[in-house]
Structures are given as C-alpha cells and as structure tokens.
C-alpha cells in the first residue's frame, strides 16, 4: 500500500525538518494611489504624500520589544486504528521562543545603520517531540538560577542593524555566549539562541522593504522571497507581497499599516526542486493548502516597528487509493505551522 509505504519513510525521517532562507526579491511594482476620502482635507494631503517605510535609529535611544517564533510540525493517521503503521510519528513536535529584549542605540553612520546594544530581559521556551514536552523554561515563574537559559536573563551583545531591518552583522556575542556552555540539552539551547543565524532571525525585522524602494504611497507595494524546507515533503518557495493599506494618524503619530500575502514563487521553487527531486514527487502524491499572510505598523513618527506579525499555515492529505479488503479508507494528514511576531513594548 502507498500509505503504508509513506508512513514508513515519515518513521524513518524527521517528518519535515523546517528550514528557512531569505533574500531580497527584484520583482517592484510602481506604487499606485488609492481613493481618498473627502471628509478632512489635511489628512489626505498628508496621504498623498510618499511615506518612508524605513527604521531611524538615534544614538542614546532605547526601546523594549517582545519577539516570538513557533513552530510546529504533526502527523496524524486517520483509518482504522489496527491499520495504523508500527512507530507511525504520530502528534505535534516543534518549539517556542519568547524574548523580551532591550535595544540602545550606541551609534549611528552615514548610510543610517546602528550599533545597538541587545540586552535580554524575559525568556520563556517550549519544546516538545510528538506532544511530549522535553524542555520548559519561563523566567517569570520559579525556575533554577543554575539553569543556563536563566543565565541568558541580563545577557547582552552588540549587533549593526540596517534601515530595512535586517541584522547586518552581529559584532560581538561571546561573553553571553561564554556564559551559557555546556553539555546539558538546555545548555545547547541557550547556545542556539546566541547563535548567529538565531540572532538575526530574533532581533531581525522581516517584510520592511530594501532602501531603493522604501518611499511609498498608500497603495503602494513591494516584494522579496522566502523559502523553506520540509525534509520529506521537499523545499516550498513564496514571494511575500506587501501592500501599504493606509497611513493612521494616533494622537501625534502617524502610524503606517501593511498587509503582507504571500503566493508560490514558480522560478525560485524550480531552482530548488532540482536539489530536491525526491522529495518533491513523494509531495505531488499529497493534496495540500496553504496560507501564508502578515501585518506590519510602523510609527513613521519615530522610525520604530509598531508590531509585525506573519504566519504561514501548511496542511498535506493523502488518501490510499488501494485500502484492503473490507476496510474503510485510510488517509494521513501532516502540517506545518510556523508563525512570527514582534511587538513594542515601550
């Protein structure tokens, strides 16, 4: 039996290990303007106008954000409970991140990068293999100050970050790594979390757009790729579309507000479905859908994220063609969910 057969390859692999990678797209459409309505004539001449959709940083200036990143990968067998596969991993595996950090700007330069100052505040961290918790950590609950995450409580590094809100580099991180080695499972953790591709990807801002393209009017839009890794269900790529949908006016604030909707990126998956052959016709056997959306508000005002958020939600069903005998369909059902945010805290 085919299912059978899948269900074994799913035993014998980590289901889908999730891997991303990121880059800038080329593809730019030229902002249009949209309707604008009559009631206050001064908020629409500050509409009409092109808006910076760009990061300020200020030497001295500091500011405390809450970032969060889950993901979860499941299986579920859905047939007959004796037909169930032997070992089937069956039940949600993934992990949760949660950190509240500070970041003081120290310096600035000529192309508008800062030397920031990240200092870790909060932590909390979940891990679980098929519905089984392997670590818990929460540094707002009692917890042992032997614990190396609890020694990343205080921990600082320094890191350059661009205008578009990319890590450009991470300057200097070895003493809050020096402070959580080991060889305990959370001590591989902590050192995780401090980890390069880690730290870009915590105090990184995903969705605002590449200098070049950053002024633009309600209406307008911009693009760039992301791409993942799903092991057995081989690589999936999407352009992330965003769309400035209006600009608010809070108080003294003017607060832009973007929607992000992610499509199938064809050129860059044919690129990465060569690497991925197999994998690839194992998931042409599947059904499948998918969503993958996100909002952004940045307060022009001060240069500084509001809040962004994004979630891509990705489900495979494949139904055995050939069930035996006397036997009700069989089918297996696998997602994907892994979700992103960031949040001003002051």
């Known amino acids: 039996m085919q299912l059978m057969r899948i269900c074994r390859a799913a035993a014998n692999s980590a289901l889908f290990v999730l891997v991303v ?50 993901s979860d990968k499941s299986a579920k067998w859905e047939g ?12 949600h595996t993934g992990n949760r991140v949660e950190m509240t950090f500070t970041q003081q700007i120290q310096s600035t330069n000529s192309e508008g ?3 920031a100052k990240i200092t870790i505040k909060e932590l909390k961290y979940l891990s679980k293999i098929r519905d089984k918790i392997t670590l818990e950590f929460d540094s707002s ?16 590094f320094t890191v350059e970050l661009r205008p578009s809100g990319q890590v450009a580099r991470v300057i200097d991180a070895e003493d809050a790594r020096a ?48 791409s993942f890794s799903f092991d057995m269900m081989g690589p999936k790529s999407y352009e ?31 690129e990465l479905y060569k690497e991925q052959e197999s994998a690839t016709a ?5 059904d499948n859908k998918e969503a993958y959306t996100g909002e952004l508000k940045l307060d022009l005002t001060s240069g500084k994220i509001e809040e962004c958020n994004e979630e891509l939600a990705i489900e495979w069903f494949f139904v055995d063609p050939n069930p035996r005998t006397n036997e009700p369909p069989a089918a297996l059902r696998m997602t994907a969910n892994l979700s992103y945010s960031i949040e001003r805290v002051n």
């Open 21 to 70: 990678t990121a880059g800038c797209a080329d593809v730019s459409q030229k902002p249009t303007e949209v309707q604008q309505p009559s009631t206050d004539r001064t908020e629409i001449a500050q509409q009409a106008q092109p808006v910076e959709m760009a990061l300020k940083f200020a030497a001295g200036d500091s500011t405390t954000y809450r970032v969060t990143r889950d």
């Open 80 to 91: 007959p409970v004796p037909a169930e596969p032997r070992r089937f991993p069956g039940g």
């Open 113 to 115: 990068n800062a030397v």
């Open 141 to 156: 609950k009692q917890h042992d100050p032997a614990s190396p995450l609890a020694k990343m409580i205080g921990q600082s």
């Open 179 to 226: 402070a959580v080695k080991g060889i305990s499972k959370a001590h591989d953790v902590a050192d995780a979390l401090l980890a390069e591709e880690a730290v870009r990807e915590l105090i990184g801002i995903p969705g605002l757009p590449a200098a070049d393209k950053n002024r633009l009017l309600p209406g307008g839009n911009w693009s760039n790729i992301e």
């Open 240 to 270: 992330k579309i965003y769309t400035l949908n209006e600009v608010q006016q809070i108080g003294n604030r003017r607060v832009a507000i973007a929607a992000m909707n992610a499509v199938p990126s064809a050129e860059q998956a044919k």
């Open 282 to 286: 194992l998931s042409r056997m599947f």
